[in-house]
């Protein structure tokens, strides 16, 4: 996502952005209200030791009285003890819930971003939904912490010390209470500015963030190209940047406090000047004085703190506004039978009012109860049965409407228990094609079924406890060999395991320190680029799959290694009905059938040696003339 888009959407107000958080605050609201309460008679204290002042002042300091200055020095010992204990309870108060409160929404973060289809995350950067789950977190739990009982406890510190201060004396009251309008109005001006810098800064954390990360996850292709100085450069350009807004930042911080700070100085100071003459006059007791100065002086902290406060509070509606530009996003929906009107949470409303809940977002409708998956009768080994390609037409989802479709019309029927291999031209349009099936995309038009059942009817849990996928690229996870490969089937059990690393020759996980224990490192770099699409095949066959979609699976394979890969997956295949997306001939022979696809059409189906005599474009795939030019 763009720095500009995003910082562009300032024009909200931060309260409204703010109360999102209210379902997340909710559970914990007792302990929160509590712990302001607590506050507030903690900084109202602070308000009672001038009026001590003043008693001592006018009482025990007039009448020369040692004893009732002890005693005031022990009220007001008293009140500073009591002030400090209450302000370190409501910090006991709120630790705990507020992590809880952070914690649920990072869950609820990271749920919905599994719930996302692939097209969301084709759009974002990655660094920006980091940097929504970690620093925009932080800054909302820093708020709830702080600002959001700070701004209550100061403003009631602040209205009931300007009581106070009009009771003593209104005309000293109303002098130090003349700059309110201005300062609100300065204020106000300050918000507007500083909420958008703020976006904009977490906006450039973001795209900074997903430089670190790419630099990271690249620095194979950074060392092997000596690009460590050009990304060096880029990250730097980018840092500079958000140096620039965090100075601008700092600039209107500066001001406001400069203005938040100097105005009440003055003010007191016009206070003192005319409250000496008052006092000179007789028209004003010392000790009133010197308890008006005192509670003066008490409120500069609440009045100062304003202005980091609102700052503070600027940068959370921001952060909220991020996070929540995440979670509005759709879901996938589920099969037309599951949500009817196809809605999901993002909706505009709230993301429900129970943070950190169920599987369910709120908003969604319950999914009725999969229809069981029938085995295939004989009736869909006919014209029903097998994966069927009808009318399929498919546009990737941010492409505009104007644009040629990647697919178009593709009928395709692969027969129950037969596999057929998908052969094209780069870009023609088979690793979309392959997509479609486990619904990581939606069709545009047409549709694809399975058995007969069309899959956007199908709860998606159902459809890929039947669809398997190998990708050509085979991403690992930082957990066990073991681990990885059950991804393709949960409750596969240690035979099943074994079985489908044998069909993908992956027995050199025997020779791994830890056999199938061994953890392989993040995207399984450890391992070599042929181990990984071994074990990524593994993935896709344990759970022994009815339908099983690969794309060119073997491409990372040596010629002998691909055979014996062969051989074991034309057993596998013999009970499933495959799509095989294949470059080189060695792949397509384990095919019954071979399907041309050609700028998103399928140009011709028949077996490798009817095309190879049938389609010019086939025999020139097949030749190695293209294959050199492909490497090329
Ligand atoms: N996520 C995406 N968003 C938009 N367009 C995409 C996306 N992925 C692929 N495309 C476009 O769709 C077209 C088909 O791409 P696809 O990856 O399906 O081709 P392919 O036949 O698998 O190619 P190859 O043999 O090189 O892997 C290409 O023009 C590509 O630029």
Redesign the pocket.
Known sequence: MSTTVEAARTDRSAVRSLLRLWPYVRPVRARLFTAAAVAIVASCLSLVIPLVLKWMVDGPVADRDVGGVWLGALYLLLLGVAEAVLFGFRRWLVARPLARVEAAMRGDLFRHLQRLP??FH?RWASGQLLSRGTTDLMLVRLFLAFPLTFLLVNGVTIIVGAGILLAQQWTLGLVLLAPVAPLVFVIARFEVRYSSQARTAQDQVGDLTTVVEESVLGIRVIKGFGRHRSQAAAFRALSERLRGTELVKARLLAGIFGVIMTVPELAIGAALVLGTIQVADGALSAGTLVAFLSTALALRWPVDAMGFLLAMSQEAATATDRYFDVLDAEVEREGKQGTGDGKAPGDGKSHGDEPGGAATSPGQRPIPPATPAKEPGPAENGAGGGLRFEGVRFR????SEDTEP??KDVDLHIRSGETMALV????????????LVPRL?EVTAGRITLDGRDIAAMPREELRTLVSVAF?EPTLFSASVGENVRMGAEHAGDEEVRRALDVAQARFVDTLPRGCATQVGEQGLSLSGGQRQRLALARAVVGEPRFLVL??PLSALDVQTEALVEAALRRVLRDTTALV?A?RPSTVLLADRVAL?SG?RVAAVGTHHELLRDSAEYAWLMSGAHAEE?DR
Do not use: F
């Open positions: 692939v097209a084709d990737y989802p941010d492409a990647v697919l094209g031209g780069t870009g023609s349009g088979k690793t979309t094609l392959t997509a995309y050509e794309d060119d997306v470059h696809l998103g492909r």
